[in-house]
Nanobody
Framework: QVQLAESGGGLVQAGGSLRLSCVASGTIYSNDFIGWFRQEPGKEREFVAALNWRLYKTYYTDSVKGRFTISRDAAENTVYLQMNNLKLEDTAVYYC?????????????????WGQGTQVTVSS
C-alpha cells in the first residue's frame, strides 16, 4: 500500500513558477512509474508528466515540454514537478499518482494510487 501527499500549489501570476512536491509513504519499487496529472472543473483528468523510478526516464505531455520538469529524490521518496513560465491554461488541480505497470501509462486507468490533489491557479 502506498499513500501519496501533494503540496506546493497556490496562486501565481502568468509567467511565474511553482514547484509541486509529492511524498510517498510505503515502498516504491524500481519499475514503478510516478506521474502528475491535472484536472480542470468539468474536464477529464489529463496526463502531465511521469518518470520511471529506476531508469529516471521522463515523459511529458506536449503542452508542458520545455516548461515543466519532473524529478525525484529517492532518499526522501519524493517526486517534484517544477513548473516554469506558467500560463492561464495550466490552472487545475494537480494530482500525483503511482503506477505499478512496467510500461508508461498516459491514462488514469494505468495508475493504482492517487494523492488528494493540490490546486494551482494562474492569474493574468
Amino acid at each position: 500500500q502506498v499513500q501519496l501527499a501533494e503540496s506546493g500549489g497556490g496562486l501565481v501570476q502568468a509567467g511565474g513558477s511553482l514547484r509541486l512536491s509529492c511524498v510517498a509513504s510505503g515502498t516504491i519499487y524500481s519499475n514503478d512509474f510516478i506521474g502528475w496529472f491535472r484536472q480542470e472543473p468539468g474536464k477529464e483528468r489529463e496526463f502531465v508528466a511521469a518518470l520511471n523510478w529506476r531508469l529516471y526516464k521522463t515523459y511529458y505531455t506536449d503542452s508542458v515540454k520545455g516548461r515543466f520538469t519532473i524529478s525525484r529524490d529517492a532518499a526522501e521518496n519524493t517526486v517534484y514537478l517544477q513548473m516554469n513560465n506558467l500560463k492561464l491554461e495550466d490552472t487545475a488541480v494537480y494530482y500525483c499518482a503511482l503506477s505499478k505497470s512496467t510500461y508508461i501509462g498516459y491514462q488514469t486507468a494505468s495508475y493504482d494510487y492517487w494523492g488528494q490533489g493540490t490546486q494551482v491557479t494562474v492569474s493574468s
